[in-house]
């Protein structure tokens, strides 16, 4: 497994999610506008974000898919995240609340 790479400009940084952004997950995921796009139930605990977290630390370590948070500038911890799944050699991207 190749360390977690993150990306930065001036406007954004991309980085890997890790436990500390349970909370800033929980948030996202526990809004019913945000997760009807999704295919997954409210969040009703923190406890299913640091679950969350787990998969797709997980998912990163077998190179299935790769979770990026993405903070606007260095100054904002207001965390959205983007998706990066790999199939097949095709990158599909999704993103939420950038």
Request: aromatic share 12%; charged share 20%; hydrophobic share 40%.
């Amino acid at each position: 497994m190749q360390p977690f790479p993150s990306l930065q400009t001036d406007r954004l940084l991309l980085k890997e999610i890790t436990g500390d952004s349970a909370q800033d997950i929980f948030e996202i995921y526990s809004s019913a506008e945000v997760v009807r796009y999704y295919d997954c139930d409210v969040y009703q605990s923190l406890q299913q974000a640091m679950d969350q977290l787990r998969t797709w630390a997980a998912n990163c370590s077998k190179d299935v898919a790769i979770r990026w948070g993405g903070i606007r500038n260095r100054q904002s911890q207001n965390h959205r995240h983007l998706r990066f799944q790999f199939l097949e050699q095709t990158i599909l991207v999704f993103a939420t609340g950038i």
